[in-house]
Nanobody
């Protein structure tokens, strides 16, 4: 049973930083891509960043230059470093894993596994 668990969310002021962690209950090697999404009430889930099996990373335009993906020393952890946070970054952030590379990475319907989400709140 694959479980993804996010942590690291919280409340910060604009300009601050947070680091989110996504820990998988299994080795992430079978996942062709792992991504972070975010969602605010009443809006669709939005792709934030993704890393694929080849190590290629892609970021949403809204977070480029501010957010960075990294892997932990142990293969089953994915981090999202978020710097220069803005109030519009406020959302529930979700980790997701996809067993394939089919389709666009920003489509949440492509992903097989999801974490429960962690709240990020940025105040002005």
């Amino acid at each position: 049973q694959v479980q993804l668990v996010e942590s690291g969310g919280g409340s910060v002021q604009a300009g601050g930083s947070l680091r989110l962690s996504c820990t998988s209950s299994v080795d992430t090697s079978p996942f062709n891509r792992m991504a972070w999404f975010r969602q605010v009430p009443g809006k669709e889930r939005e792709g934030v960043a993704v890393v694929n099996i080849f190590g290629a990373e892609y970021y949403a335009d809204s977070v480029k230059g501010r957010f960075t993906l990294s892997r932990g020393n142990v293969k089953n952890t994915l981090y999202l470093q978020m710097n220069s946070l803005k109030p519009e970054d406020t959302a529930v952030y979700y980790c997701a894993a996809d067993l394939s590379l089919a389709g666009g990475w920003v489509d949440p319907g492509r992903y097989n596994y999801w974490g429960q989400g962690t709240q990020v709140t940025v105040s002005s």
